[in-house]
Every structure is written in structure tokens, then in C-alpha cells.
């Protein structure tokens, strides 16, 4: 999955559609024998999620040409062998300015961070608080309406995981789950709000996003990244 997902990054560029793009993903996570989790999933009517600028996760592909400066969200799930796995990146289109980078070297770390607190025994609030210490130190907004999330043989399971919490609190992760951190950060105001569409989720203030995302296995000693 990890490889798709780097396939597809790497075909970013100024002139290209999301729906091209959605169609290079669900031509690769067909060729590596799997198929794409997210297509007709609830209705959902595409194999690729690709969020741009301040759309915050699960923009549908189609028409839009990505320019230059814009950045854009790909979130993408494949079913393999009965299982799921999910994962997204933020990736510039071209050259961006210096903040909106910070904005993706924070997210992306914010992600590591999370994934750190990861072992059997640590507790949900561990993961969020380190999420959140991160994201707020350098300004940035956590998004408090969308989380992560468990997965296995569906999309989503439980538990919820949010990005924000406090240490020691919460459910105890137990060796053998699976789930999904993926940080979401705005450069304003955390709010967000869903479009007609009833797909795509955009900040509030018109401010730029950015989602990270991993599928993580809980071991005894740790973790271990699936999507890698």
C-alpha cells in the first residue's frame, strides 16, 4: 500500500487532474492483487480521496486541475487477502510557500509523534496529546471533528482516536490491534464544515490543511507500521 501511495504522490504535478490521479491509484492497487476500499464504500463513489488546499479530507477526484503553490491530500484504502489497510500524505503541487511547508513538516511529524506513544498498555490519550503538543507549540490548528480510527476486515472499527487528549487517558491499547492515526491541521481555526457534496470536509476560515496517515499494528514492545 505504502508503494501506491508513493507512485501516486510522485505524479503530482502542476496540470494534472485528481481524476487522474484517482485513476493511476485504483489501476496500482488492482495490479498488486488488491482492491480499493474506499470505492463504493458508503457511497463513496471513487478509489482515492484527494483533498486540496483547504479541503480537509475526502474530496472526490473529478475535473480539477491542480496549479502551481497548491498542495493536495491523497488518502487512499486498499482491501488485500480480506483486510484493510489505509494511509494518506499532503505533497505540494510545485513550488509552496515557506509556511505551507512548515504546515506539512508539522503534520508529518505530528503523525510520528503519535505513532511513538504506540504500544500495548499506552492509552489513547498518550497518542492525542503528543499529536496535539506538537501541532498547537508551532500555531497550527487540530482538527477536533475527524479522527483515526481501529481497522481490520472494514474500513473503520472501533476505537475512535482523536488527535488532541490527555496523557494516561482513555482506552488501554491492547497487543494485536490495528488502527489508523492521521493527524488533520489547518493553519487557522481547528473548525470545519461539510460541503453540498456530503463528501468533502473544509476548514471553516478557508485556511490550508494538511493529513497524514498510517495503518499501525500494536505490539508488546511497540508497534509496527503497515503502510510503510
Not at 87 to 96: D, H, K, S
Not at 114 to 134: M, P
Not at 160 to 167: A, H, L, R
Request: hydrophobic share 40%; glycine share 14%; with cysteine.
Amino acid at each position: 500500500m505504502g508503494e501506491v501511495l508513493r507512485a501516486v504522490a510522485a505524479a503530482v504535478k502542476p496540470g494534472i487532474t485528481t481524476g487522474e490521479l484517482n485513476a493511476l491509484a485504483e489501476k496500482l492497487i488492482r495490479a498488486a492483487g488488491g482492491e480499493p476500499s474506499f470505492l463504493g464504500y458508503k457511497g463513496y463513489p471513487a478509489s482515492l480521496c484527494t483533498s486540496v488546499n483547504e479541503e480537509v479530507v475526502h474530496a472526490i477526484p473529478g475535473e480539477r486541475i491542480l496549479r502551481q503553490g497548491d498542495i493536495i491530500g491523497l488518502d487512499i484504502g486498499m482491501r488485500y487477502q480480506g483486510f484493510c489497510t489505509d494511509t494518506a500524505v499532503t505533497v505540494p503541487v510545485g513550488v509552496i510557500d515557506q509556511e505551507t511547508t512548515k504546515l506539512l513538516s508539522v503534520t508529518k511529524e505530528a503523525l510520528n509523534r503519535g505513532i511513538a506513544q504506540v504500544r500495548a498498555g499506552a492509552r489513547l490519550g498518550d497518542i492525542g496529546a503528543a499529536i496535539q503538543r506538537i501541532i498547537e507549540k508551532n500555531g497550527f490548528g487540530v482538527v477536533r471533528d475527524l479522527v483515526g480510527h481501529g481497522i481490520g476486515k472494514e474500513v473503520h472499527e472501533e476505537p475512535q482516536i482523536p488527535n488532541y487528549g490527555k496523557e494516561g487517558m482513555g482506552m488501554v491499547l491492547q497487543e494485536g490491534m490495528v488502527i489508523c492515526l492521521e493527524p488533520m491541521v489547518t493553519r487557522g481555526n481547528y473548525e470545519v464544515t461539510l460541503e453540498p457534496d456530503g463528501w468533502t470536509v473544509i476548514t471553516k476560515d478557508g485556511s490550508k490543511s494538511a493529513h497524514f496517515e498510517h495503518t499501525i499494528a500494536v505490539l508488546s514492545s511497540g508497534f509496527e507500521i503497515l503502510t510503510k
